[in-house]
C-alpha cells in the first residue's frame, strides 16, 4: 500500500502519521534504516527540509521521526486546522453531483480528523450543522427546511449527512434518466433505404412516364409541320 507524500499540510498529518506508524514504524521485519530510507521518500517541502540533511544511518530514524513529530503533533494547531477547512468549503452553485458529494465527504473528512485528534464534534454539532447548511444554495436549503419535516429539535450530524446522501443519490439517478430521454429524443433519423415501390406506385409512374413522353412526341411533330 502506497504512502502519499507528506509536504507539511497540517490537515493530512494525522493521516500520514498513523498510515506510516502502521506500515512501517510496526512492521516486525523492516530495520530502521530502511525505515528512514521510506521515511525520506515521503516527505516534500519543509518537512524534506528538516532531515535533509540527516545521513542514512539507522541511528539517525529515530531523531527524524521525532523531529517530525515534534514539529506537527500540535494539537492546538492541528484542530485549528481542520476548522478553517470547514470553514473554507465552497459554497454549491450548480447543484451537481460532485459538489453534493465533495461537500459531503470534505466534511466528514475533517469530522473523523478531529475525532481522531481526540477533540471530537459532540459539543459543536449545531455549528457544523449549521456550516455544512450555509454550503448549499437556497434551493437545496429549502429541500433540507421540508426534510425536517415539524420537527423542533436541532438536526444532528447524521441528519444533514444522510440528507446529502439522498440528495446526491437523488440528482445522480435523474441524471442518468435525463441522459436517457435525451438520447431517445435526439435520435438522428437514418438515411432512407431504397425499397421496393408498391404496385400502384409503379403504375403512377409509368403513367406520368407516358404522359411526358407523349408531350415531347406531340411537340416535336407541330414543329416539324
Known amino acids: 500500500m502506497p504512502i502519499p507524500t507528506f509536504d507539511g499540510d497540517y490537515t493530512t498529518w494525522p493521516s500520514f502519521r498513523d498510515l506510516f506508524t ?12 530502511e ?3 521510506h521515511l525520506k521518500g ?3 517541502g519543509y518537512p524534506e527540509m528538516l532531515i535533509r540533511n540527516m545521513p542514512l544511518e539507522a541511528t539517525n530514524f529515530v531523531a ?4 517530525l513529530q515534534d ?4 494539537k492546538r494547531i492541528l484542530v485549528q486546522h481542520q476548522l478553517n477547512h470547514l470553514e473554507a468549503l465552497p459554497v454549491i452553485r450548480n447543484r451537481s453531483v460532485e459538489e453534493l458529494k465533495a461537500l459531503r465527504f470534505k466534511t466528514w473528512d475533517a469530522v473523523t480528523t478531529l475525532a481522531v485528534l481526540r477533540h471530537p464534534v459532540d459539543r459543536s454539532t449545531d455549528w457544523l450543522v449549521r456550516q455544512t447548511v450555509n454550503r448549499l444554495d437556497e434551493q437545496i436549503r429549502m429541500e433540507w427546511q421540508v426534510s425536517l419535516g415539524t420537527s423542533t429539535e436541532p ?3 447524521d441528519t444533514i ?3 446529502l446522501d439522498a440528495r446526491s443519490l437523488a440528482v445522480e439517478a435523474a441524471s442518468l434518466h435525463t441522459g436517457i430521454e435525451v438520447r431517445q429524443h435526439t435520435r438522428v433519423p ?3 433505404s431504397r425499397c421496393t415501390r408498391c404496385p400502384l406506385e409503379e403504375r403512377s409512374v409509368r403513367h406520368v412516364t407516358s404522359i411526358r413522353n407523349y408531350i415531347i412526341f406531340t411537340a416535336a411533330h407541330v414543329t416539324d409541320k
Do not use: E
Request: proline share 6%; net charge positive.
Open 22 to 33: 502502521t506500515l512501517i514504524i510496526r512492521n516486525p521485519t523492516m530495520m530502521d534504516l
Open 35 to 37: 525505515r528512514l530510507h
Open 42 to 44: 515521503c516527505l516534500a
Open 64 to 67: 527524524a521521526w521525532t523531529a
Open 71 to 74: 514539529l506537527h503533533n500540535n
Open 155 to 157: 438536526a444532528s450530524l
Open 161 to 163: 449527512k444522510n440528507f
Open 190 to 192: 437514418r438515411s432512407p
